[in-house]
């Protein structure tokens, strides 16, 4: 058919529908290993109230169930670890889990998917090989109930599931697991209709190696970029090249059309002296850049086109938590639900739609005083260029050329980046060259958009 015969109107509709279909979208993880949380009524308003339309339990909790019932969001619920030897031994054991529930409340919560241990293959010795026993008798159960196209079923791997994680084109699952675990598990997600499951934490491996991997290569700051040499595809940001070298691995073993959710990632706010890259700032950032990435990018370099959703770790601070002080500090809202910081995510008086919050005050980005020519420049680069600002206005000729500095070019950059962002928090960075101001930059002859 030709273009002249299709109504403006649908085609900008087919547009924007294309351009969505395309984006990843962000969830929350709800833990509660904590004595001091509220209620969860009132940690369902909170998420509703930021916008959130997935969430991620760590168990099947009936009172956080009745919670999110009539709400519309997408629940992840928990399987847990212990009981993994019992279920694969006993398929009616299987019957009563989902029956109790999945079941009992699948008609008002929108229970989606069951996450089935947590890092079964890396934390939990024993139970390794009765995994898949286990989740082929839960999916048998789904079966028998007619449920197995509503709810799927996977596990959640950390990333010491891969031997190789560099380049990413070379990433590959460990010997011991590789074709005796991950191989059948992988073909029971792709006849199932199911995806993998993966905890991805760039800060873990940032903490084992800052003196090699850049903090702003972590944080999905403006940077040089890591090229993999097998392929020469160029890596922004950690996250990504860790993902892809999950898609590679699962390529090695016959399987390059399964989809990855990350069930977990995050950065966290406060930690012991000896932890390296634990601040408030850094958790931001990380979080604030990685929300923004997910919702407007199109997948990674090696799967472009190709969705990730993330669930970030965690909504709450959870101070029963064992381990180091980072543990107890990965969360975005204290316990009184304030914010520890914000990623964009500002309450409302009601409950809201949609995946990407914006913030409400009047703001512009420019270009922070007293930042080094050649880190300005850099950071120029980098909006007008994989950041896709618009940059047209400050060419020779056009109405924001002058004044012609690379203060004034850099702030006109930030600005549009910031503003086609919907002003989330982290956007308005470029590894510490920029800064939110309420006073409106313009001039009489240039014009700073505002949303």
Known sequence: MPLSWIDPAAYMLLVVYLLLSFAGSIGINYGRVANNLPSPRQAVQLMQSCSLRKVKLYDADARVLRALAYTQMEVIIGFPNEQVYSIARKPSLARKWIKRNVAKHIRATNITAISVGNEVLTSTRGITKLLLPAMRNLHDALVALNLESQVKLSTPHALNVLSNSFPPSAGAFRPDIATSVMKPLLDFLSQTGS???INAYPYFAYRA????ISLDYTLFRPNAGVKDPQTGLVYTNLLDAQLDAVFAAMASLGHKDLRIVVTETGWPSKGDPTETGVSVSNAAAYNGNLINHITTSNGTPMKPGVPVDVFIFALFNEDLKPGPESERNYG????DQSMVYDVGMQKTKSPAI??????QQSSWCVAKPGVSKSSLQAALDYACGLGKADCS???????????????DHASYAFNSYYQKNQKQTGTCDFGGTAMVVQQDPSTTKCAYPQN
């Open 195 to 197: 995806f993998v499951m």
């Open 209 to 212: 190696n800052p003196a090699v």
């Open 332 to 335: 975005l809202f204290y316990p």
């Open 354 to 359: 949609g995946n990407k919050p914006q913030l």
């Open 393 to 407: 206005r400050i060419q020779v000729g056009q109405t924001c050329f002058d004044p012609n500095t690379l203060v």
